[in-house]
């Protein structure tokens, strides 16, 4: 057991590692679907988080088939909505799904009143704007909603395509949209750019030119698993470091960007120190930087961050589709000591270094090791996860092949 917390096999493992191309999107098994079923028993409006095209709307219709759906991007039907809000809802409050709920911010208090005069009302919100959502849900449904995160596809619901070549996980990324057979990885993300993140970026911020944002999001797939520093974007692109905080703040909230927070036991120390930056998708990232097959990602220099980054996110999808926050960070100090992944839970830290190098290499233990000295009673597994197929499961430093790290027996989140 090399994981504390990546429990990917569990009751219904033989049904969701399945092969999924040419699969249709709707029969892909989401991990959390099964979040979402217990939620909805305790709460009368349950929120879906996640980027746009991650499959929100894909699960929501199938576990609430019976429920009515509405889009707000449909703009001549948010118009009627908004003119008489409180009659849509009561009308629909036996079960309705709105998608892309944020759009009209000022539902959120109808669907409070009448949730507190019906416990009974079900309402499913779904957005693609973590900023926006959260805002008006912590304002008028703190209490009454739950809110999960769903993201592209995890490699257990991924299925025997796991099995694909290292290079081709990387490129193809993980949304469905792929996987199910119906669209090539590149003509994808270049719609998934052009339709969603520029028009979304202009909406949420005040651009004056398109080039230096484009520049930006460019440079921020060069610098996946780097530290974060705004002053060396502002100088690269020309902008202020204002400029740039807001636009990673933006990124960010439209689940495109995630910033990896360093570890201190000092939880103070975390918030003011420099995190690092991933992609939420490596797909989207070797289209950026204009990588289009397994061939050309082979030899990128990138590469070794690619997979990094394709780890880091894993833990996080495997949080986020049982219901949990975030446990993770990374450590560094300033002798550049590092370990990629410290997993925290209830104080006791798991800890793994993850190299993209198919041989193994004794360097790859000495941050696991120098990490262990200073925290030796803290510290309750390590493991290298590499690309490698030589594994060691001992319990002083395991090496494990990647696919082996997710498909090794844990037990199930609490």
Known sequence: ?????????????????????????????????????????????????GPRQSGKTTLSKSIFSQYKYVNLEDILLRETIVNAPKSFLIENSSGLIIDEAHLVPELFSYIQVLVDEDRTRRFI?????NFSLLQSVTQSLAGRTAIV???PLSFIEIGQQIELST????????YPAIWNGSAQARDVYANYYKTYI??????????KDLSQFQRFIKLCAGRVGYEFNASAFANDIGVSSHTINEWISRLEASYIIYRLQPYFKNQGKRLIKSPKIYFYDTGLVCYLLGIENENQLSTH??????FENMLVVEFLKHRFNHGKDANIYFYRDNH?????????????LSIFEIKSAKDFHKDFLKGLNYFKKLFLHDVEKSAVIYDGTFENKSEENGLLNFRTFIRIEQQPID
């Open 1 to 49: 057991m090399y994981i504390n917390d990546l429990s990917y096999i569990c009751t219904d493992l033989k049904s969701n590692f399945k092969s999924v191309q040419n699969t249709p999107m709707e029969l892909i098994n989401r991990q959390l679907s099964n979040e979402i079923k217990r939620l909805s028993q305790h709460f009368p409006v349950i929120t879906i988080t």
């Open 198 to 207: 520029e028009r979304d970026v202009r909406t949420l911020i005040n651009l």
């Open 336 to 348: 550049q000591k590092e370990v990629d992944i410290v997993q925290e839970n209830a104080g006791k």
């Open 149 to 151: 995160t769903l993201l």
């Open 167 to 174: 290079d081709t996980l990387l490129v193809r990324g993980g």
């Open 301 to 306: 220099p990138v590469r070794g961050n690619l």
């Open 125 to 129: 919100l779904t957005s693609s704007s």
